[in-house]
């Protein structure tokens, strides 16, 4: 069993726990856990033997909670001559030195903005930012013998040179 504080409007209906402070964020019950309501208190129990599911869900209910205060932040930032990344609209337009432009669908729980050459992430659902975040980086990986690609501003990267001297 575990206790979660909640100090602003939350509402329970059909297995989905809906939240509503600065920003709006919902949450799936899982069927195997039961939920019991205190004014500001919520009350995680479990119907199996197994713990790693209400760990699991408090973690996420955490996250959430979290993030609803303070949104999560991931920054990426593109290094390369002639790499150049726009918002349209709901989309992320990339120009990699492909042929054509990568294009992703910027997700509605997910705000982004572009200044110079980084991107910076915003969302209250840690786990969906951190997948979006893989998703981008995943279009053109950081190559460290060319110095170009997109990668985490807070990775540190080794730069390695071509040619060693013996």
């Known amino acids: 069993m575990k206790i979660v504080k909640i100090n602003f409007y939350y509402l329970i209906k059909n297995n989905i726990i809906f939240f509503k402070k ?13 939920i019991l309501k205190n004014n500001k208190f919520i009350e995680i129990k479990s119907f ?10 408090y973690k996420s209910l955490f996250n959430i909670l979290k993030g609803l205060d303070s949104p999560w932040e991931i920054i990426l930032e593109i290094s390369g001559i002639g ?10 337009i990339f120009n990699l030195g492909f042929s054509k432009e990568k294009i992703l669908i910027i997700p509605n729980y997910i705000k982004t903005s572009i200044i110079k050459n980084k991107i910076n992430l915003f969302s209250i659902y840690k786990d969906k930012l951190g997948l979006f975040a893989n998703k981008i980086i995943l279009i053109k990986k950081y190559n460290p013998y060319k110095k170009k690609g ?3 501003i807070n990775n540190f990267f080794l730069k390695k040179s071509n040619k060693k001297k013996q």
Do not use: M
């Not at 199996?48 to 869900?57: A, H, T």
């Not at 790499?83 to 992320?92: A, G, H, Q, R, S």
């Open 83 to 92: 790499y150049k990344v726009y918002i349209k609209e709901k989309f992320l």
């Open 48 to 57: 199996s033997e197994e713990k790693k599911n209400v760990n699991s869900f």
């Open 150 to 152: 997109i990668f985490f």
């Open 22 to 34: 600065k920003y709006f964020g919902f949450l799936k019950i899982p069927k195997d856990i039961s």
